[in-house]
């Protein structure tokens, strides 16, 4: 008993993969499966509006969004990123022009200019990479990570026997 043969594709069609140019999809996915929930917006490509329910965003052309929340942000020397994001790691090789808030590590390539306010837990700068704005770090504890200390984090003045702060 033989197998049946695979049904050949139509005539003048062409297999589904696309060779791309950017560095970033020759990467490792970063444990993504077949970059499930992966958005790679390609060079000439502009994106205004909302996205959605994405893990992984690759920026080769321009986004232009009111406020992104994704796993990974990678933004292409030739990318550009306006707006509000929140991710969990983000690499700057393009622009970034808005808001940033890193829960991990925030890398800044050479060619990288990051232009407004970002917050980041690690923060990693090639020489070259430019930031233009105000940069915070996040120093509190990662949620589900323990944290050794049992007393609060708060920064109020110590109060001394006679009612006057020290």
């Given amino acids: ?13 062409a297999p589904r993969q696309r060779a791309s140019s950017s560095r970033f999809s ?3 996915n ?8 992966t958005l790679v917006v390609h060079s000439g ?15 080769e052309g321009t986004v232009e969004v009111e406020h992104l929340i994704a796993k990974e942000i990678l933004i292409s020397p030739e990318g550009l990123f306006r707006g509000v994001a929140e991710t ?17 590590t925030l890398t800044i390539r050479a060619s990288g200019r990051l232009i407004g306010d970002a917050e980041c837990r690690r923060l990693q700068v090639e020489e070259g990479g430019q930031v233009t704005g105000k940069l915070g770090m996040i120093t509190s504890p990662l949620p589900g990570a323990k944290d050794h200390n049992t ?10 026997a006679n009612g006057q702060t020290a």
């Fill in 151 to 160: 007393t609060a984090h708060t920064h109020e003045p110590e109060s001394s």
């Fill in 45 to 59: 490509i502009t994106i205004r509006g909302t996205i959605e329910n994405i893990e992984r965003l690759i920026i």
């Fill in 30 to 37: 970063g444990g993504y499966t077949d970059n499930a929930r």
């Fill in 26 to 28: 020759s990467q490792d």
């Fill in 88 to 104: 969990g790691s983000a690499e700057i090789a393009g622009t970034l022009e808005g808001e940033l808030t890193v829960r991990n």
């Fill in 1 to 13: 008993m033989s197998l049946p043969t695979p049904p050949s594709p139509m005539p003048g069609s």
